[in-house]
Nanobody, 124 residues
Framework: VQLQASGGGSVQSGSSLRLSCTVSGGTSFDYAAAWFRQVPGKEREFVGVISWGGDSTFYADSVKGRFTISRDDAKNLVYLQMNSLNTEDTGVYYC??????????????????WGQGTLVTVSS
């Protein structure tokens, strides 16, 4: 299974950005997909997760109400729509998937496959 994250860039506070994650090489769509982010010197931080089929989502408090995860299984894509960005949202964003649980939690160790990350920089 390979994951490819894209869509990062440099934006100003208050802007929006949409990240995409292409999931390829799997034999089914029965995976939960999550987004994490990381800044240098800090641990990888959970952003949110979407369940198999896309009917359930769970977000970190820091992004709740601003970020939305969705998926298009026909295109093998998972999205992270980010609105009202602020400087604390700066970081490398990673997508990850889990084929074992319908809606895993926020622990990075629960996720079996990871993308390479895409950088988001938010300036004031």
């Amino acid at each position: 299974v390979q994951l490819q994250a894209s869509g990062g860039g440099s934006v100003q506070s208050g802007s929006s950005l949409r990240l995409s994650c292409t999931v390829s090489g799997g034999t089914s769509f029965d995976y939960a997909a999550a987004w994490f982010r990381q800044v240098p010197g800090k641990e990888r931080e959970f952003v949110g997760v979407i369940s198999w089929g896309g009917d359930s989502t769970f977000y970190a408090d820091s992004v709740k109400g601003r970020f939305t995860i969705s998926r298009d299984d026909a295109k093998n894509l998972v999205y992270l729509q980010m609105n009202s960005l602020n400087t604390e949202d700066t970081g490398v964003y990673y997508c990850a998937v889990n084929y074992k649980w319908r809606l895993p939690g926020s622990d990075p160790d629960l996720y079996e496959y990871w993308g390479q990350g895409t950088l988001v920089t938010v300036s004031s």
